[in-house]
């Protein structure tokens, strides 16, 4: 793998003199490179796969293939290996494959990788006096390839027959284990004759750990090869009864290319005072992480958490400086400065845009009803009410905006609620129509609609930053230089919430008086300091706890989010050609840069080195097209001819903050539609891992090594 050189029968390795190169991404020169090197095996292996876990060795390349001193040697763009020992000469074409195959072939094509027949697997073929520990080899890596393939497709192993409910015999994995060894699996059944069961369930367990704990350590061998990473964490999710926090990682390959990786769950089940060092420890004892090549942080704040998120950030930031806070580029600030504020008010709003948005995605059908609604609201504005429509069949419960427009079709949505609970027509379900109640109420409560007032007001002035933060390189470079403008805004109002207030109040009695809503305080207040109802002003309520507060939350976290540290990070966005153009002077990019000033190649040379590349992208020449984004100024062909630049874009590259191309595989989405649509009963800290990880479940041969390592008690007994 990545320490021994790929071609058949060579054994070089990373300790011969010799260095070992990468397989090139490119897939037709990755396919010749497959062909020379005589691995069939590896016909069905992805450019990135082979470019990952593959090499050759240097002495099967030609010296003028080879680029660079004894020192630091490169290949050419067009090296090809072809020298080879006599007897390992490739063939002149590529081998035919056998046509040969069985039923379970077939259903090992469904997986990108298939299933191949070991040795002591093959029916009649080769020697048949094979020593005990090869044939327990052969049956755990047997094992494995069908934990891999379930893996792929997500199925759980465990899953439990159909036929069998009460059986733990008969489950997933055991069935297709079965299957194997009804089509004559060597190895299977030489188990099997020994065994009443090929796989128990505890044994089924080890081998789930042991092919997490394989895999979790080459991604992060992967990430610390690389270099610098930042820390992303998801919303909370309960697996089996208990929290788990969801970790991603995001850096840059060796070929500059940004990638985000899913790298497990952490458990969340300890005490504030304990939880925040038990996660660290984890991170670096258990899986492996350097943290101290750490540049970057981004969580959520969900409220019912917010204070051990809130100490985990500390805790890491306060023995890694240069994990810098950050947002997630896949959450908008609007929302996230909202989910996190620990108001009554606001997360009343927070939890009926979450029950609206499953109202509607669990019954799409109900879309039709709400845009007769609208077009009932709207008789005279035509085109409104069709882009009320359209944003109403998107999730537009999360977009930057989403409180303006829950304003403008407040009305309507209240009425379609109590339209779809009364169900005249008898349409609905029991459960639609007891939902819609739920929502209905909330929406005609005071309280939800001050807030949702108060929101629209003040998060209007954050919205249009948000968006930029969002956007291109160029406008996230400008969202950077924009912050202090907002946080001034934001502090205006707070200095006159008085008179900010008594407007914001006003708009929501007006809605309330025309919806016969009572203006009230919340009976959940009055309640708790035991006061009658006319004690309390709903003005004065709602500005000392809705409005004021908000304002306080809101600056605060902007401050603690965008420090000064995470905005000259963003800033280094003007090394992008796009930017450099539309910038008149390069003042002040060298002090951006001093933020990563320690993670530099050369610090001496970077003042010379800014102003070539300066003058290098400062004038257009005609019909020239710059690069106008992150993605394609680090793949920039001439962009290595400056160290320090390119150390800056990578850095700046693993911030969380930024969105990823749409190129790049979008695994935060792959791992919400893997919580999404798999039953609870069936979900798995262990096979959501490996599901989201699957092209890394390749290497079986360590999987074994590691099994027979961490349970030697195993092959004892087999």
Request: hydrophobic share 40%.
């Amino acid at each position: 793998m990545q320490g021994d050189c790929a071609v058949l029968n060579c054994g070089g390795s990373k300790l011969d003199p010799h260095p070992l190169y990468r397989f090139p991404l490119d897939e037709d020169r990755c396919k010749t490179w497959v062909e020379k090197c005589q691995r069939q095996d590896l016909e069905d292996a992805s450019a990135q796969e082979l470019y990952r876990y593959y090499r050759v060795c240097g002495k099967h390349f030609e010296t003028a293939s080879v680029d660079g001193d004894d020192d630091s040697k490169t290949l050419k763009d067009d090296a090809i290996p072809t020298i080879f020992e006599a007897q390992s000469q490739p063939p002149t074409g590529r081998a035919k494959r056998s046509t040969d195959t069985t039923a379970t072939d077939g259903l090992q094509n469904k997986g990108r990788k298939k299933m191949k027949k070991s040795p002591a697997e093959a029916g009649g073929e080769g020697e048949t006096d094979v020593p005990e520990e090869e044939k327990h080899k052969e049956h755990l890596k047997s094992l494995f390839e069908i934990l891999v393939l379930l893996a792929e497709q997500n199925i759980p192993p465990s899953g439990i027959s159909v036929h069998d409910p009460e059986s733990n015999k008969i489950n997933t994995f055991n069935a297709l284990l079965e299957y194997r060894m009804s089509c004559g699996a060597g190895a299977l059944n030489a188990a099997n004759d020994q065994n009443d069961e090929s796989c128990t369930p505890a044994q089924l367990n080890r081998l789930i750990e042991v092919c997490e704990k394989s895999v979790r350590s080459k991604l992060v061998e992967e990430v610390n090869e690389n270099g610098f990473f930042s820390l992303i964490t998801d919303d909370l999710v309960k697996i089996s009864g208990l929290w788990y926090l969801p970790v991603f990682l995001r850096y840059v390959t060796q070929s500059n290319v940004q990638c985000e990786r899913f790298a497990g769950f952490l458990s969340f089940e300890d005490e504030e005072s304990v939880l925040a060092e038990r996660l660290l420890s984890e991170l670096i004892n258990d899986w492996g992480l350097k943290m101290e090549q750490c540049r970057g942080q981004a969580h959520s704040f969900p409220s019912i958490h917010f204070r051990k998120m809130k100490s985990f950030a500390a805790k890491l930031l306060e023995k890694f400086p240069s994990a810098v806070p950050a947002v997630k580029s896949s959450c908008n600030i609007n929302m996230l400065l909202a989910a996190s504020a620990p108001l009554s008010g606001v997360q009343l709003v927070m939890g009926t845009f979450k029950k609206i948005e499953m109202f509607f995605s669990n019954c799409p059908s109900l879309h039709s009803e709400l845009d007769h609604v609208i077009s009932v609201f709207f008789p005279d504005k035509e085109e409104k009410a069709n882009e009320l429509k359209e944003i109403s069949r998107t999730v537009w419960t999360r977009r930057p905006d989403a409180f303006e427009v829950a304003m403008e079709m407040f009305e309507a949505l209240l009425l379609f609620m109590d339209s779809v609970h009364d169900n005249e027509d008898l349409k609905w379900s029991d459960q639609v129509t007891h939902n819609a109640l739920e929502i209905s109420k909330a929406l005609a409560d005071f309280e939800f609609i001050t807030s949702l007032v108060v929101l629209k007001n003040v998060m209007s002035l954050t919205r249009a930053f948000g968006k930029n933060l969002q956007g291109k390189s160029t406008d996230t470079f400008f969202a950077a230089n924009s912050l202090n403008a907002v946080i001034h805004s934001l502090k205006e109002v707070s200095d006159n919430i008085d008179v900010y207030h008594e407007f914001w109040i006003d708009e929501a009695v007006n809605i309330a008086a025309t919806l016969e809503i009572p203006v009230k305080v919340p009976r959940c207040f009055l309640r708790k300091y035991q006061l009658d109802s006319g004690s309390v002003r709903p003005e004065g309520y709602y500005k000392d706890h809705l409005s004021a507060p908000l304002l306080k939350h809101v600056i605060s976290e902007l401050s603690e989010l965008f420090s000064e540290d995470h905005l000259n990070a963003l800033r280094c966005l003007t090394l992008v050609p796009a930017v450099v153009e539309q910038q008149k002077t390069s003042e002040h990019v060298e002090d951006y840069m001093q933020v990563y000033k320690n993670d530099l190649p050369n610090v001496g040379s970077l003042s010379a080195e800014l102003h070539c590349w300066w003058v290098k992208w400062s004038k257009r020449g005609k019909g020239e097209a710059f690069p106008c984004s992150l993605e394609e100024t680090l793949l920039l062909a001439d962009v290595k001819f400056f160290p320090n630049m390119l150390a800056v874009l990578r850095l700046v590259g693993t911030l969380p903050t930024l969105a990823l191309e749409d190129s790049h595989d979008p695994v935060l989405k792959r791992f919400e539609v893997y919580m999404k649509n798999t039953p609870d009963a069936f979900k798995s800290r262990s096979l959501a891992f490996l599901t989201l990880n699957n092209d890394i479940c390749s290497d079986l041969d360590s999987m074994v090594d590691l099994y027979i390592t961490t349970y030697p008690a195993d092959q004892s007994e087999s």
